[in-house]
């Protein structure tokens, strides 16, 4: 079964307001069993845009849905000459003041788990063990006939070997790692396919419109469950894979944060949104708890 994209969302009139006190977040993190569920907004200070927030990528890009991707080989094409390109800079993406606390709270016990919407790797990069990429991971590339999975650094080989002097200049990068190029820059680029059985690659990602895997969804539930509360980290909660999560979280009794510049759709069901930028205020949360965020040095991404 597959998700109809969600890409918009808009709040009413009487949402609830924002708050510029991390207060709560330093409450709920200093009595430990924090489930962290972070989103494209933790990422944006290492230089990868989010969706919906202020410049945006969504105000000019579309993301590709899993639909026309699969529908025809000119989707396929555009799709990877795109993601080719822009794997070069988002594989350069180092992680954050924001990424480094939440590894910090992690080393000193404080949170239950990491489970995160985002596909580039940096809460790993930044030493926090155990996340779940409840969207998949770019790192990774996973073929549609076969299942054989593959790491994206030898499909970037196999990508360089096919389309030598490919060097477009592109206008932006996006949350998916995808830049933005016109159909003439993309012009004839040459899509592989599996090494193994000749079938049609995938990046190992939940594109738009295509449903998160059930085992997945259930492990992150299991994980709501048996957390002491919920802490959201620069997501919009627009789409539904983290929207349920924290209707579970309240459903259960479990307080929700929400450290994010603007509204939320799960404002409603949020003790508190913390209306401030992500790093500052983590590192700001970590001081606050006697925790040094920047303790150690992150390992590098894979590229």
Same mark, same amino acid.
């Given at each position: 079964m597959r998700m109809r994209p969600t890409?918009?969302?808009?709040?009413?009139?009487?949402?609830?307001?924002?708050?510029?006190d991390p207060g709560p977040v330093a409450d709920a993190?200093?009595?430990?069993?924090?489930? %962290?569920?972070?989103?494209? /907004?933790?990422?944006?200070?290492?230089?990868?845009?989010?969706? !919906?927030? @202020?410049?945006?990528?969504?105000?000019?890009?579309?993301p590709m849905t899993y639909q026309d991707f699969t529908a025809g080989a000119r989707a396929r094409r555009r799709y990877w000459a795109r993601s080719h390109l822009g794997w070069r800079t988002f594989g350069r993406a180092r992680p954050n003041a924001g990424h480094r606390a939440v590894a910090a709270f992690q080393r000193h016990g404080l949170l239950s788990g990491v489970i995160t919407q985002n596909v580039d790797g940096l809460h790993q990069a930044a030493g926090s063990e155990g996340v779940v990429e409840l969207h998949g991971s770019l790192?990774?590339? %996973?073929?549609?006939?076969? /299942?054989?999975?593959?790491?994206?650094?030898?499909?970037?080989? !196999?990508? @360089?070997?096919?389309?030598?002097g490919f060097?477009?200049?592109a206008a932006g990068i996006n949350p998916d790692g995808d830049a933005d190029l016109t159909d003439d820059q993309v012009g004839d680029f040459r899509v592989v396919p599996c090494a193994l059985c000749g079938g049609?690659?995938?990046?190992?990602?939940?594109?738009?419109?295509?449903?998160?895997?059930?085992?997945?969804?259930?492990h992150c539930r299991e994980l709501v469950r048996g957390a002491t509360s919920l802490l959201v980290l620069g997501s919009s909660l627009t789409v539904m894979s983290g929207l349920r999560l924290v209707r579970l979280a309240a459903e259960e009794g479990k307080p929700v944060l929400i450290v994010n510049r603007d509204p939320t759709r799960g404002d409603p069901h949020a003790l508190t949104r913390v209306a401030l930028p992500l790093g500052p205020t983590l590192s700001a949360v970590a001081a606050r708890l006697g925790i040094p965020a920047d303790d150690s040095t992150a390992a590098g991404q894979e590229s």
């Open positions: 890409l918009s969302w808009t709040p009413t009139a009487d949402w609830p307001p924002g708050t510029t993190l200093s009595g430990g069993g924090v489930l %962290v569920l972070s989103g494209a /907004g933790i990422s944006t200070e290492s230089g990868i845009p989010d969706y !919906r927030g @202020e410049g945006g990528s969504l105000s000019r890009h579309t790192a990774r590339v %996973v073929c549609l006939s076969c /299942g054989a999975v593959s790491t994206r650094r030898d499909l970037a080989r !196999r990508l @360089e070997e096919a389309n030598a060097e477009p200049v049609i690659l995938k990046p190992d990602v939940v594109f738009f419109g295509e449903a998160v895997p059930p085992r997945r969804i259930e």
